[in-house]
């Protein structure tokens, strides 16, 4: 069964970087040539928010306005892997960061924090503290 693994977590500094990664494993087909692959995080006591989307309908690259310039989203087909990395970060954005993929092939769903997606993955543990 297939399955999406979110990866590169850890603690980090203030105005620190940090990539996380995304990948897909055991589908029978190449989901990223059919999905497209949101970012999510939530942090205690939030709700869920939709960080970034990349789509491969449109070639659409969505940000929320919280991340926009810091983050950046790409995606690697050969590999079955989807990045994002994270630029001056800020404490606020501590979360556990999860990936999903949404077999629309657009990023609505992501914008609109998710509900709908057709697989997730577990989390993955970003920490922005000095």
Not at 52 to 79: E, L, Q, W
Not at 110 to 127: C, E, F, I, N, P
Request: net charge neutral; charged share 20%; aromatic share 10%.
């Amino acid at each position: 069964q297939g399955q999406l693994v979110e990866s590169g977590g850890g603690l980090v500094q203030p105005g620190g970087s940090l990539r996380v990664s995304c990948s897909a494993s055991g589908f029978s087909w190449d989901i990223l040539d059919y999905h497209a692959i949101g970012w999510f995080r939530q942090a205690p006591g939030k709700e869920r928010e939709g960080v970034s989307c990349i789509s491969t309908s449109d070639g659409t690259i969505y940000y929320a306005d919280s991340v926009k310039g810091r983050f950046t989203i790409s995606r690697d087909n050969a590999k079955k892997m989807v990045y994002l990395e994270m630029s001056s970060l800020k404490p606020e954005d501590t979360a556990v960061y999860y990936c999903a993929a949404d077999a629309w092939g657009t990023c609505q769903r992501s914008a609109r924090g998710g509900v709908g997606m057709d697989y997730w993955g577990k989390g993955t543990l970003v920490t922005v503290s000095s």
